[in-house]
């Protein structure tokens, strides 16, 4: 079983310069949930358009900052000023490019914390060794129904 990353990222005690990778529904509900904690956000999307999932408030904080670009280009991670980033969170609908960003972070980038959703729950198994957290959509989806099941089991 795939241990449970998102306490891990629950458990964020001061504010911390996180870098959001996707900003589709999963990714902009993350943005706005770590924004209300007061952290300060980077938010990249290569897709004008999932960037309408986020708030016009957020947009317009000094807490969330967007930038459009290809995260499965490396150049465009050489362009981007990455070094204040404690935290990266890679969150597209692609578990490819998720596994992609999540080596270009680790290895290259050298970022210390970084975040890994994948759906595929084979591909979850292959990569929970690495340098990364992965967090799998099943295991999360059976753990909360379990943790439900026994919560009602106790009343």
Known sequence: MI???????NQIAKPQKIL????GKLG??????LSK?????????NSLEKFSE????LIESNSVSTMLGDYTDRHFWNQMNLND???????????????YI???ATHILRIS????????DNLANVYKSFDFKVISISDLFVSAVKSNISSEEEM
């Open 3 to 9: 241990k449970d990353s998102s306490e891990d990222l």
């Open 85 to 99: 980033i404690e935290i990266l969170v890679a969150i597209t609908e692609s578990d490819s490019c998720n596994l």
């Open 102 to 104: 999540a080596q270009i």
């Open 113 to 120: 914390k970084v975040f890994v959703l994948l759906s595929d």
């Open 20 to 23: 959001i990778v996707g900003a």
């Open 54 to 57: 986020l708030s016009a408030d």
């Open 28 to 33: 902009s509900k993350l943005v706005t949930d």
């Open 37 to 45: 904690d007061g952290h300060v956000l980077r938010v990249v999307e």
